[in-house]
């Protein structure tokens, strides 16, 4: 099984940074995107942004500017760096993946638990 861990959510005053972190373990043969979606209250799950393993990019117009997706392959971890947050960026946040299985070599696409940002004066 692949899991996904993220860290780095929390409390931040609005205008404030914060700088989100996912990795991924266990039989993993190979991952090509990663991606951060949310979800706040009342609303569908969004995609923020995502990276394959290439350095490609791709972002919610209403987060571009402000937030900035990256990768280190070597270590299987996505980072996501939030910056000048707004209230309305307020959601629980989900690392993505789309890889293959070591064993299998079967298409995996594992979720992580989520963190919560909260972005609140």
């Known amino acids: 099984q692949v899991q996904l861990v993220e860290s780095g959510g929390g409390l931040v005053q609005p205008g404030g940074s914060l700088r989100l972190s996912c990795a991924a373990s266990?039989?993993?043969?190979?991952?090509?995107?990663m991606a951060w979606y949310r979800q706040a209250p009342g609303k569908e799950r969004e995609l923020v942004a995502g990276?394959?393993?290439?350095?490609?990019?791709n972002y919610a117009d209403s987060v571009k500017g402000r937030f900035t997706i990256s990768r280190d392959n070597a270590r299987n971890t996505v980072y996501l760096q939030m910056n000048s947050l707004k209230p309305e960026d307020t959601a629980v946040y989900y690392c993505?993946?789309?890889?293959?299985?070591?064993?299998?070599?079967?298409?995996?696409?594992?979720w992580g638990q989520g963190t919560q940002v909260t972005v609140s004066s």
């Open positions: 993505n993946a789309d890889g293959l299985d070591l064993s299998s070599k079967f298409p995996i696409s594992p």
């Open positions: 990276i394959t393993s290439g350095g490609s990019t």
């Open positions: 266990g039989s993993i043969f190979s991952i090509n995107r």
